[in-house]
């Protein structure tokens, strides 16, 4: 366990010690480095802080049960598989909970619940996420991944099932989204 302490290794090594010897130790540090990007990423797509933190649990055990197994490949970082699960919670989740009569129903909540402050280092990630929920679903998720996650598309369409093109074209689309939104909250993003 020492060697892991210096927090430098890598997840995928991390995750590979803990199937091994089964520490719980292992496994607590992957949570603590992933537990509020996941929470945030989430909260994005289902709308909901405690469907998205429920979600982040499920995800977590899903992991630590060894049912769905993580193979290191030069593709796919562990962060990667990590949100890909999640991500696919979401959906099941969001099928389950999709009205059957109508999608008009008056009594279904649209909007994105914002998280609390503390999961944001900073303000201006909390106003740029407040914004984001301002734009569509795929454009939210494909910023998110990009900028506060910092994937590369390649890996956004992993989580996404998404190609490569179609990532590019959602950053691409997201950005004009997100600076109209930003403009209408009256944050000056060019100052930035």
């Keep these: ?14 995750y590979s010690a803990f199937l091994e010897e089964r520490d719980e130790s292992y496994f607590r540090i992957l ?14 797509m289902v709308g ?11 995800s977590f055990a899903i992991i630590a049960s060894g049912t769905a197994r993580y193979v290191a490949r030069r593709d796919c970082s562990f962060k990667t598989w990590l949100f890909a699960i999640a991500g ?7 099928r389950k909970k999709r009205p059957v009569f109508s999608e008009l129903d008056e009594n279904i909540e649209t909007s994105v619940k914002l998280p609390e402050p503390e999961l944001f280092e900073k303000e201006d990630s909390r106003q740029l996420y407040e914004a984001l ?12 991944l990009t900028f506060f996650e910092e994937m590369k598309p390649e890996e956004i369409g992993r989580v996404m099932k998404k190609n ?29």
């Design 88 to 94: 696919n919670r979401a959906k099941m989740l969001l």
């Design 164 to 192: 490569t093109k179609q990532v590019y074209n959602l950053t691409s689309r997201g950005k004009e989204a997100l600076r109209n939104a930003l403009q209408k909250r009256g944050f000056d993003y060019e100052k930035y």
């Design 48 to 58: 909901n802080l405690e469907d998205a933190e429920e979600l982040m649990i499920d």
């Design 1 to 14: 366990m020492k060697q892991f302490l210096s927090g430098e290794e890598t997840d995928e090594k991390i």
């Design 133 to 144: 929920s301002d734009i569509a679903e795929d454009y939210r998720l494909a910023l998110y």
């Design 31 to 44: 949570f603590e480095r992933h537990r509020k990007s996941l929470i945030l990423f989430l909260n994005g």
